[in-house]
Nanobody, 127 residues
Framework: QVQLVESGGGLVQAGGSLRLSCAAS????????KGWFRQAPRKEREFVAA????????YYSDSVKGRFTISTDNAKNMVYLQMNSLKPEDTAVYYC????????????????????WGQGTQVTVSS
């Protein structure tokens, strides 16, 4: 069993930056693929970024590519999302997720492929 706890959300002006953190319990976290998703009011949960279990591969949605960076510190059971050049349309609740099965490529994009989820952290970007 893995528990995920996000932190680092808040209110920021457009163009600003935030760094989200996700702390995981469990000794096997390093063997999981990790992802960040977000959900805005009245919208479906959408993929933001993912990183392979070893950290060698990263994936980004087109809307955040070049602005967001996902990273992981498996020794500390942490995964991060550095968000730069934030836009009002980035406003959402951001969720950290972990996948126990080996994911490949586009499999990271789908919430159904993740087994564990955090409670979410609110990010609000003002214009």
């Amino acid at each position: 069993q893995v528990q995920l706890v996000e932190s680092g959300g808040g209110l920021v002006q457009a163009g600003g930056s935030l760094r989200l953190s996700c702390a995981a319990s469990g000794r096997t976290f390093s063997t999981y693929g990790k992802g960040w998703f977000r959900q805005a009011p009245r919208k479906e949960r959408e993929f933001v970024a993912a990183i392979s279990r070893g950290g060698g591969y990263t994936y980004y949605s087109d809307s955040v590519k070049g602005r967001f960076t996902i990273s992981t510190d498996n020794a500390k059971n942490m995964v991060y999302l550095q968000m730069n050049s934030l836009k009002p349309e980035d406003t959402a609740v951001y969720y950290c997720a972990a996948a126990t099965d080996g994911l490949i490529g586009s499999m990271y994009y789908y919430p159904r492929n993740y087994n564990y989820w955090g409670q979410g952290t609110q990010v609000t970007v003002s214009s």
